[in-house]
Antibody, heavy 118, light 107 residues
Framework: VQLLESGGGLVQPGGSLRLSCAAS????????LGWVRQAPGKGLEWVSS????????YYTESVQGRFTISRDNSKNTLYLHMNSLRAEDTALYYC????????????WGRGTLVTFSS | DIQMTQSPSSLSASVGDRVTITCRAS??????LNWYQQAPGKAPKLLIY???NLQSGVPSRFSGSGSGTDFTLTISSLQPEDFATYYC?????????FGQGTRLEIK
């Protein structure tokens, strides 16, 4: 199992980014996936999750309406479209596989960093 | 939102010690509780799922217990590679929430 995030970078407040997570080593379309972030020196915060089919999505309140999670099962890729970015969105964003039958994140990528320029 | 509170926030221990970390939920989460380990500069790693089930490949010195609102993670005999930060996480309902973390340091 491998999850490889990309797309992070330096942004200005109000800007946009699209994060990607390329998956391999497992039947991608059978698994739910999620994004979890970690601000510098802080703990883990769940951001969003998506069901295997892509039909159902969930968001933490602070990103609702600004972020959109999606997936392309033909490309084995998960996305996080981030709009109206705020300084408090600065974090390392992890992609994680959600093992639905046990309700846990059983594999994690290494993360992609989103930071703000002043 | 369900608040997850871990104690202690930090802990100093020696190789070979038995260590227990506690996690308390602000409302019942039955057994929807997971534990993760995060080594410095690394991604989190699943240790325990559904309160007491050991993830494949995780050493048997790790164990979890509890249900309802109170949970524990126990490491029976600390090894050098166990010095890391540990997080609990409830999967009972969204928003999924994590504890603030327990940093386990070498004494």
């Amino acid at each position: 199992v491998q999850l490889l995030e990309s797309g992070g970078g330096l942004v200005q407040p109000g800007g946009s980014l699209r994060l990607s997570c390329a998956a391999s080593g497992f039947p991608f379309s059978n698994y739910a996936l999620g994004w979890v972030r970690q601000a510098p020196g802080k703990g883990l915060e769940w951001v969003s999750s998506i069901h295997a089919s892509g039909s159902t999505t969930y968001y933490t309140e602070s990103v609702q309406g600004r972020f959109t999670i999606s997936r392309d099962n033909s490309k084995n890729t998960l996305y996080l479209h981030m709009n109206s970015l705020r300084a408090e969105d600065t974090a390392l964003y992890y992609c994680a596989r959600n093992r639905i039958q046990d309700d846990c994140f059983d594999f994690w990528g290494r993360g992609t960093l989103v930071t703000f320029s002043s | 939102d369900i608040q997850m509170t871990q104690s202690p926030s930090s802990l100093s221990a020696s190789v070979g010690d038995r260590v227990t970390i506690t996690c308390r939920a602000s409302q019942t989460i039955t057994s929807y509780l997971n534990w993760y380990q995060q080594a410095p500069g690394k991604a989190p790693k699943l240790l325990i799922y559904a309160a007491s089930n050991l993830q494949s490949g995780v050493p048997s010195r790790f164990s979890g217990s509890g249900s309802g609102t109170d949970f524990t993670l126990t490491i029976s005999s600390l090894q050098p590679e166990d010095f890391a930060t540990y997080y609990c996480q409830q999967s009972y309902t969204t928003p999924l929430t994590f504890g603030q973390g327990t940093r386990l340091e070498i004494k």
